[in-house]
């Protein structure tokens, strides 16, 4: 049932069969049907979630009403507004299901507990949000200054496989381009 969370744990730190006791028991755990709303903007994040089975979304809407995909959170990835989660400041993001995904997650309390008799934890979750940080950077920088098709080779490298799992509305939501030059561009390029 929690292998894969304690494989993710064990990329960063090794966890002694006590500790992984420890952080199990504070571990809870939700099905989330496809579409559902786990964040809303103005509302505080209370949990930070793992991705057992399934795939999050996480997008802005515009005043105009247009959605923009962040990041997606397929099996195997940590999915939170990390701002809204440890400081309780309001979201400006959404976070949603794109397929019925099951999901592991902790409250920011049994966290900071985690934190204190299990100090490994949280050198885990700073490398994790060094991480998210880096990947945040490196989409900025691809986002102004590659081209559409570089940026969907990036989507491609960053997640593999993803693309048979979602529609192209959303992947052409993620690259910043219409779904109809994405289907162009796929058309005209062996991908």
């Not at 910043?176 to 390029?189: E, N």
Request: hydrophobic share 40%; aromatic share 12%.
């Amino acid at each position: 049932m929690s292998e894969l969370i304690l494989a993710n744990f064990a990329t960063h730190v090794t966890l002694a069969p006590a500790e992984q006791e420890q952080v199990l028991s504070l571990l809870q755990s939700a099905s989330v049907p496809k579409r559902s709303i786990l964040l809303r903007p103005g509302e505080i994040e209370r949990h930070i979630y793992f991705v057992n089975k399934g795939c999050l979304r996480l997008f802005h809407t515009d005043i105009d009403g247009k959605e923009h995909n962040l990041c997606f959170y397929p099996e195997n990835w940590w999915a939170c507004d990390i701002v809204s989660f440890f400081k309780a400041k309001k979201a400006t993001v959404t976070i949603q299901a794109m397929e019925d995904s099951d999901v592991y997650y902790f409250s920011l309390p049994n966290l900071e507990e985690l934190f204190i008799s299990v100090p490994k934890l949280e050198r885990f979750f700073r490398i994790l949000t060094q991480n998210g940080f880096d990947m945040f950077q490196r989409r900025l920088t691809s986002s102004m200054s590659l081209t559409a098709e570089q940026r969907y080779i990036e989507f491609r490298k960053h997640y593999p496989g993803l693309e048979q799992r979602i529609n192209q509305k959303q992947i052409a939501s993620y690259l910043g381009i219409t779904a109809a030059f994405l289907s162009m561009m796929r058309k005209d390029k062996i991908f």
